[in-house]
């Protein structure tokens, strides 16, 4: 697929640095482990389209699913294996998958069509390897959450390096899919909540990181520090409920879409 006047290719190298229980760690904020566990099935492949680190890879594992990762990065499907050394990731192109037609019967893209101006085309990829029937999770962007604000904050200062990257909102979303041979069968938002508390633990990692390299006491390290664990294992949970309630789930920054393919 030729690349859009304002699309670009970018390097993602330099962000995939998370160690293995970082990556598991971000699963116990993510509204996405119930949708998956709710909208697919264990029977055939399932594929993930731009696997990254390859934690959703390796969760499918743990259900019981034959699963597989394509990964444009040698550099980083090589650290994917060395994280989840039992699971299968392969180099590959999302715009031109190595897989065969109407063989796949759950597929994740998690994170990647709003990165190409062209989404239904990548879409439409898809659609092709998935079986009559098959199931696919799409999450992108949500336009009605604080997220374009923080982008366009992060572009304006120069701290943006991601590239091409738009938000999008539900009726454009299942417009996408629709048009690209899949039946929507659920469009929501998610990750409302659960994101800003992703963050604040990130906040308070850096400071348990600054009391190992600066021991030199410190009201706001000593106060933190003891309650690191206790805090990932309670701010989860209360999380996930605040996000249940409708008027904060609106604001999710992320837009999940569960869809099947059309006979």
Aim: charged content about 25%; some cysteine.
């Amino acid at each position: 697929m030729p690349l859009g006047m304002s699309e670009t290719i970018v390097d993602f190298r330099k962000r995939m640095v998370k160690n293995r229980q970082q990556e598991l760690q971000s699963l116990d904020y993510d509204s996405l482990r119930r949708v998956i566990d709710k909208s697919l099935t264990a029977t055939g492949w399932s594929l993930e389209a731009g696997s990254g680190l390859g934690r959703y890879v390796h969760y499918l594992g743990t259900r019981g699913f034959a699963s597989v990762g394509i990964e444009i990065s040698s550099e980083i499907a090589g650290k994917a294996k060395r994280l989840f050394p039992a699971s299968d990731f392969i180099v590959g192109d999302v715009r031109q998958l190595p897989i065969r037609s109407d063989c796949i019967r759950n597929l994740l893209s998690l994170g990647v069509i709003e990165h190409f101006v062209d989404s239904r085309a990548l879409v439409t990829e898809s659609t092709r390897v998935l079986q009559t029937n098959g199931i696919m999770v799409t999450t992108v962007p949500n336009q009605y959450s604080f997220w374009p604000h923080i982008r366009s904050y992060l572009q304006r200062s120069g701290k943006w390096d991601i590239g091409y990257e738009r938000s999008l909102t539900k009726p454009e979303l299942r417009q996408i899919l629709e048009t690209s041979g899949l039946q929507v069968d659920s469009v929501r938002e998610i990750k409302a909540i659960s994101t800003l508390v992703q963050l604040l633990l990130l906040m308070i990692q850096k400071i348990v990181s600054m009391r190992v390299t600066n021991p030199e006491p410190s009201p706001l390290r000593d106060f933190y520090l003891p309650r690191e664990k206790t805090m990932r294992k309670v701010l989860p949970l209360i999380s996930r409920i605040v996000d249940s309630v409708p008027i904060v789930s609106r604001l999710g920054f992320l837009i999940v879409a569960v869809s099947r393919k059309s006979p």
